[in-house]
Structures are given as C-alpha cells and as structure tokens.
C-alpha cells in the first residue's frame, strides 16, 4: 500500500514542473557517450515519448564523437583534437557524415519511431537549417562554426507534432563543398537559442562538472566556468560543454544543464524533480529580465 502512495506521490509531485513545461520547448543533446547500452537507449527513448506525451516539445541534437573516432581508427585515419573539436580533413569528413547524418541520426530516430514517438531524423544540410563557415578561419580544417539556424523550420515540425532529431552536421553556402563538422554541443546551444527553448540538457557519462578534488559542482556561472578552464580543472570534450552551457544562458535560454546519461531516465529526474541532477548554469548578472536570481537557483525552472 505504502508503495502505490509513493508512487501516486511521485505524479502528482511532478505537477507543477508538467505544468510549467507544458507545450515548451527542451534541446536535449544526446552525447556519444551516453548512448552506450542498449538499455540506456531504451530509457532515453521512453523519456523522449513520455516529455511528447505530456505536451512538452522535445528536440534532439545528438553526438556521436565516439564512434566516429572507432570507425576513423578502423580505416587507418587519424583523429586529431584541440580544445575538445576535432580536425576535419576532407577524408574524415565524409566519415563524420557517413556516421552522424547516415548511421546514428536514422538509428535514434527509428528508436523513437518504435517507442509510439513521431521522430524525424535531419541534418543541418537538410533544407539548409543549418549553415556554417570554417572555425577559426580554417585551422581545423571542415569543421564549422554556425552562421545561421532556420528555427522556423524546425518550429513547423514541432507544430505538426514531430520530434525533431538534428545531426550536427551543417551546409556551406559554397557549391560542391563537402558541407561543415560541428561539435554536438554548440550545435544543441545554437539550435536551443534559435528555438527560444525552456532551457538545454547536454546527456553526457559523467554526474556533472567535476572540481580538481573530484567534487560535483551543482551550479556554475561565465565567471567561474571561466576560472576552471584557466586553471585546467575544466579540459577536453567539457570544454565546448560548458561553453555551450554559457552561451545558451547569455543568449536568452533561462537554464542549461550538464547531465550524466549513464543514469536511467536522467531527464525526468532533471525536469521533474525540485533539485534536479548534473550541473546548472545560470547569469548571476542578468540585467534587465528581472530573474530573481535565488528562485532560478533555487527551482527548477
Ligand atoms: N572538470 C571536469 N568535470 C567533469 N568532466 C570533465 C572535466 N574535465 C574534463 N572532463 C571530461 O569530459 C568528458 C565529457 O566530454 P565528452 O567525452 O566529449 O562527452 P560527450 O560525448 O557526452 O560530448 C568527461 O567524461 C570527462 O572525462
Ligand atoms: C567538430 C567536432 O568536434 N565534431 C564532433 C561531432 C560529434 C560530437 O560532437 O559528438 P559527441 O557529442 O558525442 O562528442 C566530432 O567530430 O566528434
């Protein structure tokens, strides 16, 4: 008996937070490295349907770096990164593609398919909703930074009631070019901003940010994320996370946040529970929105 009132409880717990994010818009980049077993995909499918079941918009920006690195090591090619994003030689764009847009992209989409969901796989090339030029200008070879995202686009889908699932692969405006390799997390945060979203989720294999003494750190801002990678707490593929994370909140999405997706149904917990999991990030300084900022620390919003 206990047990069915716990479960009761559970719902109607979650009331407030289906409420607010009812017909709302959530970014969930779906990392490489969350995508590991069969049964994680399971979950991450359910909790796709369930947030669509609800009236929530869900959108999905999925990774991939992983395999794209174990197919690239199986052809003898290397794979090279600065900073957390890769070098994209022409020969490695087109397994970047081969993998993203062709593989990963049509195997999530046709999970969600299977779990009742109306999911339609893209990429960034599809109808051009994603254009880019060269990061950096060049050093990096095809990989892109984005220049312009079509939201209205995607809004289209969402009205007609699919769940988008992007490739973060883009188009160049030049003809016979190989199209740009952008890293899945400023992809999500672009695509989030583009959208007006509620806020981001960035699924990856860790409980969140870690300091130098291995402690989770449950909040951050530009100012501290700032100090953390000077001081190389911060490093490797969490670099572009959490510069993602920072760009998204100064860009007009309320909260993003860093979860570990080797937890089972880690998006419910963040989006249904008053403390919430991983790392938020928040402006401490935002000027003239009037965000009180200990209800955004302090709720789940
Ligand atoms: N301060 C930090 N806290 C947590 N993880 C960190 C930190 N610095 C570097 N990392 C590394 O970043 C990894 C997550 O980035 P990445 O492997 O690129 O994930 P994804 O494939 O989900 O994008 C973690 O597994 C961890 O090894
Ligand atoms: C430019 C760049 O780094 N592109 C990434 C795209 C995939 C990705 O970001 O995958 P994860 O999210 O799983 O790391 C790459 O080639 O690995």
Redesign the pocket.
């Known amino acids: 008996m206990q047990d069915k009132h716990q479960k009761v409880q559970t719902l109607l717990d979650a009331i407030p937070y289906i409420k607010k994010f009812n017909s709302k818009t959530i970014v969930i980049k779906y990392?490489?490295?969350?995508q590991t077993s069969p049964e994680l995909q399971e979950k991450f499918a359910q909790d796709i349907v369930l947030l669509s079941l609800l009236g929530i918009n869900p959108v999905i920006v999925h990774?991939g770096?992983?395999r794209i690195s174990e197919l690239l090591e199986k052809l003898e090619i290397k794979s090279e990164f600065i900073d957390?994003h890769r070098v994209t030689s022409k020969e490695t764009m087109r397994v970047v593609e081969m993998v993203l847009s062709g593989e990963i992209n049509k195997n999530i989409t046709s999970l969600l398919n299977h779990h009742g969901a109306k999911a339609i796989g893209i990429s960034g090339k599809d109808s051009a909703i994603i254009k880019a030029r060269p990061k950096d200008g060049g050093k990096f070879g095809y990989t892109g930074e984005i220049t312009e995202i079509n939201g209205d686009l995607i809004n289209n889908l969402i009205k007609e009631g699919f769940i988008p699932v992007i490739a973060p692969i883009a188009d160049s405006a030049e003809p016979n070019h190989p199209g740009f390799n952008i890293n899945a997390?400023f992809a999500a945060s672009k695509v989030a901003v583009a959208l007006g979203a509620q806020k981001v989720l960035f699924l990856?294999?860790?409980i969140g940010?870690?300091d130098k003494a291995g402690v989770h750190l449950t909040t951050l801002d530009k100012e501290q994320v700032e100090a953390?990678k000077a001081d190389g707490?911060?490093?490797?593929?969490?670099i572009p996370?959490v510069d993602s994370c920072i760009e998204t909140i100064h860009d007009g999405v309320n909260k993003a946040h860093i979860i570990d997706g080797r937890v089972e149904h880690s998006i419910l917990l963040e989006l249904f529970t008053k403390d919430g999991i991983g790392t938020q990030f928040l402006r401490r300084d935002n000027p003239n929105n009037g965000i009180d900022i200990e209800k955004l620390l302090n709720e789940n919003d």
């Open positions: 990392g490489g490295s969350a990774g770096g992983a957390g997390d990856t294999d860790i940010v870690l953390y707490t911060i490093a490797g593929g969490m996370k």
